[in-house]
């Protein structure tokens, strides 16, 4: 899949998705590789404020809210 991803889980039932990364109208770069980067960071950059504010020692995701890849307001 050129610019996404095409995710299968086999079990009972089997799923598949297929989730394409499309930029906004306007975006001038050449290719998708900016976008990639931006949704590859935006989960870690809103893990940020969790992780600063947790207890000294080894955070895992079980200590932390869910973090998701939305932008913040």
């Not at 095409?6 to 900016?34: A, K, S, Y």
């Amino acid at each position: 899949l050129k610019h996404g991803h095409d995710i299968q889980v086999f079990g009972v039932p089997n799923m598949r998705t297929v989730i394409h990364c499309l930029p906004h109208e306007g975006w001038d770069e050449d290719g998708f590789m900016g976008l990639g980067m931006i949704y590859t960071a935006m989960p870690v950059t809103n893990a940020v404020p969790y992780v600063v504010a947790a207890p000294p020692g080894i955070v895992t995701l079980a200590d932390l809210p869910v973090i998701t890849g939305r932008p913040s307001a």
